[in-house]
């Protein structure tokens, strides 16, 4: 048996890096996938490893800046699985890249929908669902730049801001209904978003190094180290962690 065998999840950005990773990581662990994501493409290969390791698993096209769409994609979990007792709000994008002074308001408003109404329009369809049953676990994720600051990026920063604090306020909302809800801060990880973003860091060896040596930890964190995370917040072995916003970030942030 493993730890959430006959439990249901949602992940969504699932269709590469950290939610790739947490969903294969859940379905080694029993539990039935709803993948999530724009990406049809990726979000079926998602669900293909999933299947290959055992686990029930659907693909499912959300865009998580559209209410509709999230509240249609917690009723697909439902219909298909007839729970849902896991959440990992996670799709995110990085935006452009510029001072606050010159930075448009197009990408500003681009950066905000998906990172932080995306995760409110999930929680919001989420917990509804979880509070009827009287339990549940949510991780969103937040990053480091939820916790500092880093020059150039404005929106980000603060959608990133945003989502810790959003956090914790569902946290509070939903303890005394059996619900735990949690944040995790990756540092830089080894992810489409870091490699072939803004950053480019994979055609980009000065921009690599650069990250590698802001990094105590001397390298980039792997997506799987993350969804470790992710599926140790969703355990009962964090069963009294609520409303915390765990990073993971390889000592970046204990500078």
Known sequence: MGTFTD???IITGASSGIGRATALGAAREGASIVVADMDAEGGNETVTLAKELG??????HADVTDADSVDALVSEALDRFGALDLAFNNAGIAGAFGETHTYETDAWDAVIAVNLTGVFNCLKAELAVMRERGAGAVVNTASILGLVGFANTPAYTASKHGVVGLTQVAALENAGHGIRVNAVCP?????????????????NPEALESIEDSTPAGRLGQPEEIAEAVLWLWSDRSSYMNGHALTVDGAYTAK
């Open 7 to 9: 439990k249901v999840a």
């Open 55 to 60: 686990a029930e698993s659907v693909f499912v």
């Open 187 to 203: 540092g830089f990880i080894e992810t489409p978003m870091v490699m072939d973003g803004p950053l480019k860091a994979r055609e």
